[in-house]
């Protein structure tokens, strides 16, 4: 099921980006074969794929992942630099017995630079892109966007986008290539559009006083009376006449984007959230396009009648999780399973008698 099957990935077990690159290719039918060292990885983000034990320092663990490699389409790994290539399943390894292989590569700081070989976490990589900056509250220090725009949307998507591009090329050359991802590209690119604001002088320095991010009061977070949170984003005129309507507050709508009305607004809207609970609320902006949202947390997002109508989430292993997308009208992807279990490795070209010779050398 889904539009991947029939593809093949090695993912070279690792933290955050590439479990979560290698999770979305096995949402959307990619055969996903894990491979991690012995006494066990970190298991987030793994379910969809089995799992084989290999000791890569070992020189038969080392063949058995050239073997993978192979017979595969896609190997994904998440070492520093040069990690691959001292173990023996570096880029040059893997292509030599397999010219047609995608290697991708997840890094933080890239394969080459001054940063290559330094340790670092998201929110290092987005501080070093810029995007860190420009989030926050004026005045106040930069907030990180939990480990969303480096790990996830800069890492793991910024792979699996840069090797699907790899597979569409090979189709005409016939040739595998390597993916070089890095988190510190992935942030910088998600934040192209802010980049090119502040080079027109229509992104002001100061964060927290722009249009996106809470500076502007009908793009902002408010208060209920319940202590609930509701979300405005009546950027367009016509939204944001909507959002005067239903809140019944008192303002020129031509001043919408006057800087010298934004305090008497915001103070305004701060005082009408604040009298209602956020259940009310919400139904006062059902079917509106005021662009108003209640905030959720991860077990109400889970229970809210208007997610459970779409399937946003799906229950996998007895745990409710985000459900697999984007959706496909014509090869859909099927409910992703637990991770674990072990490989049938047949279906790799191992006989049976290598099989059992593998499992006596400790891999498997």
Request: aromatic content about 8%; overall charge negative; glycine content about 14%.
């Amino acid at each position: 099921m889904g539009p991947l099957a029939g593809l093949r990935v090695v993912e070279i077990a690792s933290l955050g980006p590439g479990p979560f690159c290698a999770m979305m290719l096995a949402d959307l039918g990619a055969e996903v074969l894990r491979v991690e060292r012995p006494g066990g990885s970190d298991r987030s983000l793994t379910r969809g794929r089995p799992v084989v034990t290999v000791d890569m320092k070992d020189s038969a663990g080392v063949q058995f992942v050239l073997r993978l490699a192979e017979r595969a389409d896609v190997l994904i790994e998440g070492f520093r630099p040069g990690v691959a290539e001292r173990l023996g399943i570096g880029p040059d390894a893997c292509r030599t017995v397999n010219p047609a292989l995608v290697y991708g590569r997840m890094t933080g700081w890239g394969q080459e630079g001054p940063r290559a070989t330094m340790a670092g976490h998201d929110i290092n990589y987005i501080a070093m892109s810029g995007t860190l900056g420009a989030i926050g509250r004026e005045g106040e220090p930069p907030t990180p966007p939990l480990n969303l725009l480096g790990d996830f949307a800069g890492g793991g998507l910024l792979l699996a986008y840069g090797v699907m591009a790899a597979l569409f090329e090979r189709q005409s050359s016939d040739e595998g290539q390597v993916v070089d991802a890095a988190m510190v590209d992935g942030a910088a690119i998600l934040a192209t559009m802010v980049h090119e604001m502040s080079a027109a002088g229509t992104w002001l320095t100061p964060r927290g006083s722009n249009l996106l991010d809470g500076g502007a009061p009908f793009y902002d977070v408010y208060a209920t009376a319940d202590g609930g949170w509701m979300t405005v984003g009546a950027i367009e005129p016509q939204f944001f006449a909507e959002l005067v309507s239903a809140t019944g507050i008192d303002f020129d709508l031509d001043r919408q984007y006057d800087r010298e009305a934004w305090p008497g607004l915001r103070s305004a809207l701060a005082a009408v959230f604040a009298s209602k609970s956020r259940a009310a609320w919400e139904e006062t902006f059902a079917g509106t396009d005021a662009c108003v949202a209640p905030v959720l947390d991860f077990a109400e997002a889970a229970n809210h009648a208007a997610n459970r109508d779409r399937g946003v989430f799906v229950e996998v292993d007895g745990a409710v999780v985000p459900a697999p997308a984007p959706r496909f009208s014509r090869t859909p992807a099927s409910t992703p399973g637990a991770g674990g279990g072990h490989p049938d490795l047949r279906a790799w070209g191992f006989s049976r008698t290598e099989i059992d010779e593998l499992a006596t050398a400790g891999i498997g």
